[in-house]
Every structure is written in structure tokens, then in C-alpha cells.
């Protein structure tokens, strides 16, 4: 095998959390910075996501980081420094509804918080709200929160972005190419082996989602607080079209804690908001099972009546990297040097990808970080020092 390659940055996993981390890092100074992956660019659990972007969320730390990234999504092109760089952004807002009850407090509070926060974020009434989404069954709810700088961006077109601007920076990317493990020297993590090199790195960044486990786990000898989790999505089809102008809605009073968006011109893209099935990070596709589609269909007609008679168009599954706190894990790992992880988004790390990657980039380069990561640490599992969200466990957090 070659002598290891140095490098200041070594970004491991070119999933958008990668890809944005190596181009911060880049941007921030790193002299040589490689980013590898064993498949492509957004290759991973990023080809699968449902792409919304809202700064609504019940835990403050989650709102700031949300709240920094869609101020990039919006400008992204000028954020990159790449006229050309698109995210296939879409505002067209996000819509909240519930009824009664402790989920309508909690709707209440994180819309107070996010106002706070300078965030425009409002109860509107059913009127209102029918105005947004002509199509959405009013007669059973009794909270309506609106976010109208909200909507959805293209995680693949974000990630290539990202990469794009990075190799303009002298990133280099080594795709094709599978980390087998971490090197160290005492508590130092000094780089990584792969199946075709090894490289020396000053400080490594593991951004490998549910497959984290794999190659830490050898390292540290104790499994990290992470799971793989199926969850199912599903695009339909009804005579009457889901406009782009609509906004994402997310049904607080439906079993499945659904979530829905405009997908493409007219198709409605609808999936569970709630836990899912444990499974294997290896699992690539699997079939999505004829009750989930009754079930989650069931439950979006009944929001949208509209879709009562509505065909299936295409469904897909995709794995969240779940943390028991359904909140990721940022920053160092105690005892090691020389090593940053990002882990355990949970089903919502897309929309807070260019915060986090500038975080990461910023903790990898010894910087102070903009925001503090000390919520987000590994430790707060054992400590008791949760980011519990008021919703309960599901991707709102
Ligand atoms: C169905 C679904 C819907 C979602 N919806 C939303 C949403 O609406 N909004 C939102 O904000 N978030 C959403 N998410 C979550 C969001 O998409 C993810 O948090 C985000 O894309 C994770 O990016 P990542 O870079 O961490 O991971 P990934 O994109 O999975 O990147 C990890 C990379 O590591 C590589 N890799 C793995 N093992 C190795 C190895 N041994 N060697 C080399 N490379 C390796 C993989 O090939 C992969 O490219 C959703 C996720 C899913 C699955």
C-alpha cells in the first residue's frame, strides 16, 4: 500500500453533511481537504429525503440551526459564490394544523419561540388557512400555524452544489472508494484506510449516517446511540392537482403524524411522521407494504378530500439514522482527538446541512463555532441532558 496521503481535512461520506462540510472547510482555510465515498456525491440516505425545509421545531437549538440555513438556501447561489448554483428552492410555505389539546399547546409555544426568534411564524384561522390550501378539511381542527418562508429545496441538487463549489476550492473527491476503518495513534485519530489507500489526516470528519456505526464502533469499541430506520414515502395521484403554490402541511391530529408536499406540478408526496421500523443500514430498497399505503393515504384523504379517490403514482423507502432523542449528534467524541462526527439526524438533517457543515467545519479547524455544539454532544445520552422534543418522538423535534 502507497505511503498515507496527507491531508488537513479528511471529510468521510459525501452525503449533503459531507459535501457542505468539506466546502466550509475549504472556504474556512483548510489547505488539502479530501472528502471519500464509496458510492457518489448524494448517493446516499440524501438521494432518498423528502426535502422540506421549515425552522419549525420545539427545541430552540434545532430553530437557530434551521433558521441559518434556509437564510442560505435562500440566497444559495451568492452563499456558494456559484452564480449557477441552484437548490431547487420552492417557499411556498409550511403549514401546521392540530386540534385540541397538549400537540396544540406545543404548536402554540414553538410558534411564540420562533417569533421570538424573529422568525415570522403565525396562528392564522381556518378562513385563513382554507385561503393557503383551498383543498385542506378544516371542521376538526382548532390550531392553524403558518411559517411562510418555508417550502422544500432538491437535496441532490444541494449536495452536488456543495461539491461543485468545493472542487472550485481544490477539494478533492474520491468516490468509488470504501472506508474500511479509522487509524490512531493513543487517543488521536490520525485518518482513515480505505479498500484502496490509507490517509494521514490532521483531523477526520465522519459524516456517514447510518453507517457511522461501522466504523466507529471499531474505533471506540462501544456502539453508538444510533439506529437505522425504514421509513416509507409515497407519491399520489388525484384529478384535482396539489399545486406547487400549496403549502407542506404537517397534520398534528392524524395517527401517522403525516407530512405532505407538492411533488413536481400536482402529485402530493405524503409519509408518517413517526417512528419507524428498525432495520439493517445496509437495507438498500424495500417494498413498501400495501397497508402503510391504505393507512397514510387513508389519512391524507381524510385532510384532503381531494385525494379520497387518488392512485398511487410511486412510492420509495429511505433509512433515518435515528439518536434516542431523535436529535443529531455534532461535534468531537470524548477521549478522542483529531476526530469530528455528525450523526443521527433523524429524518431532519437537509434542512439544517449548510448550518451544520459550517459547524462541523469550524469545530474540525479548532475555530470557535458559531453556534454552541455542546447540546448536541455524544455524552448527553448517559447525562440525562436531552434535546427532547414536545412532539414526542418523530422528525419535528
Ligand atoms: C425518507 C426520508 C425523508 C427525509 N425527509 C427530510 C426532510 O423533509 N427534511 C430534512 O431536513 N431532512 C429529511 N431527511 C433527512 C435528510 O435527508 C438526512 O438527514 C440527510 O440527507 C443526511 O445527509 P448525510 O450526509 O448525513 O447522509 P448521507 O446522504 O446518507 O451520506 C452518507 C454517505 O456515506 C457514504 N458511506 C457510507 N459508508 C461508507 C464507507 N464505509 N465508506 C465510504 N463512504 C461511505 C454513503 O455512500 C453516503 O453517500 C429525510 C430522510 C429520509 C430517509
Redesign the pocket.
Known sequence: MSPPAACDVLV????????STAWHAARLGARRVVV??????????????????RTHYSVAENVELARRSLTAFRDFGSYLGDPEADCGLALPGYLIVGDEGARSQAIRAALAQQRAMGIDAVEIDARQAREILPLLRTHDLAVFGFEKDAG?AD?YLT?TAFARAARRLGVEFRLG????GLTADGGRVTGAR?DRASYAAGVTVC?????SN??LEQLTGVGLPLVAER?E?MALEAPQPYLPRYPVLKDMTSPSMI?ARCYGTRQLLV?AGLEGQPTSPDEDQADVPLDVVAQVGSEAAHRLPAFETAGVAST??????VTPDWNPVLGPLPGWDGLVV??G?S???????PAVGELLAQAALGLPTAVALAPYRCTRFAEGALLAGAYGKG?VS
Open positions: 468521510l461520506g459525501a452525503g449533503v453533511i459531507g459535501c471519500i465515498d464509496r458510492r457518489g456525491v448524494a448517493e446516499g440516505t440524501s438521494a432518498q429525503s423528502s426535502g422540506i425545509l422544500y437535496p449536495a472508494e470504501t472506508v474500511a480505505t459524516a456517514l449516517n447510518v453507517w461501522g466504523v421509513h414515502v407530512y409519509s420509495w423507502t429511505g433509512l433515518y439514522d455528525a450523526f439526524f429524518g431532519h438533517g437537509f434542512k439544517l446541512s422528525a
